[in-house]
């Protein structure tokens, strides 16, 4: 009886390795033939080894994250959980929205000061939700910039300083300047661009110093927000572009990214049930799913670090 018990013991062993091998051979392939060859190689698969999500459940100091690069770092002491590629510099997409709200702040403007929407606002925005002409606060403005991660509402916050848009970026590495941000380099103060680049390590930080201001934090932990324009018959309703605000955890700040040649950002601080805070940063995740479920992995291990 024991020996038929071991041999069936060995059999399903057998097995699990075949099955694993398989597995990662799979997945290694189909990784290859999906990455594509413009930007900078962002692989877009969807898939994932089965493997990969046992062997996170058993070992998760060894989490499988298909992002680029990745950090998660204890808010409080600096002390980081986990890392992947951190010195990585890497295209951070919208995640520049931070610095350009860090940037904006560091003027002391009056929020309910008023800005006109113009064409050069608009001017290969995207899906920018503003109007030419149309006049908001700068405080609404600042919802539209952080919350839905409008291209025209990012060049409106910098134009309203009063500074050219080369003077305005001067300040934005300025700040990386100052806070020793040696991988970050701005280019503009929407993150449309290739050229806003940084490192997980670097960036990680200055999420933290923008999740550290009550300004950014309360807007980009807000799952909704609505206002009108002053001058015209607009209602805008915002939704949070950050998923995770409207799950389990207690999001204190995020902020979303994305162009091709970046892949799936994201900059995030939420705090334990002691109030302990937690910062991430992904930076070239695969697909807009696996941002999410790589930023959970991050988070489980931190949460119960």
């Known amino acids: 009886m024991k020996g038929k018990i071991g041999g069936i013991v060995v059999k399903a062993l057998s097995v699990l390795v075949m099955f694993w091998v398989i597995s990662a051979v799979y997945s290694y392939r189909v990784t290859k033939e999906k990455t594509p060859s413009h930007g900078y190689g962002i692989a877009d698969s ?3 080894s089965v493997f990969s999500l046992i062997w996170d459940n058993f070992a998760p100091t060894k989490l499988n994250i298909s992002a680029r690069a990745a950090i998660v770092v204890d808010a409080l002491t ?5 890392a992947k590629n951190q010195d ?5 997409a919208s995640l520049t929205k931070l610095a350009t709200a860090l940037t904006f702040l560091e003027t002391k403007p009056n929020l309910n000061d008023v800005v006109t929407i113009t064409a050069e606002d608009k001017a290969g925005a995207g899906r920018s939700r503003l109007y030419v002409g149309e006049r908001i606060t700068l405080h609404d403005c600042l919802h539209m910039c952080l919350m839905r991660s409008d ?9 309203s300083t009063g500074f050219s848009m080369e003077k305005f970026v001067f300040l934005m590495n300025n700040l990386a300047y100052r806070m020793g ?9 929407t993150g449309l661009y290739a050229g806003n680049v940084s490192s997980a390590v670097d960036y990680v930080k200055l999420a933290k110093m923008a999740f550290e201001n009550e300004i950014i934090s309360e807007i980009t932990s807000k799952k909704n927000y609505r206002f ?3 001058n015209k018959n607009v209602t805008h309703s915002l939704y949070n572009t950050n998923r995770l605000v409207y799950g389990e955890y207690n999001v204190k700040g995020g902020k979303t990214g994305y162009i091709s040649q970046s892949g799936y950002c994201l900059a ?3 705090v334990d049930d002691d109030g302990h805070p937690i910062t991430a940063v992904l930076l070239g995740s695969t697909s807009n799913g696996y941002r999410y479920r790589d930023a959970k992995k991050l988070l489980a291990l931190a949460l119960n670090n």
């Not at 025209?152 to 134009?159: G, N, S, T, V």
């Not at 941000?181 to 103060?189: C, E, G, S």
């Open 88 to 92: 990585s510099r890497l295209p951070i």
């Open 181 to 189: 941000l040696k991988n970050t380099t701005f280019v503009d103060p």
């Open 78 to 82: 600096g002390e980081v959980i986990f």
């Open 151 to 159: 291209n025209a509402a990012a060049r409106a916050l910098a134009r």
């Open 228 to 230: 009108k324009a002053l």
């Open 268 to 270: 995030l601080n939420v």
């Open 46 to 48: 969807r898939e994932a």
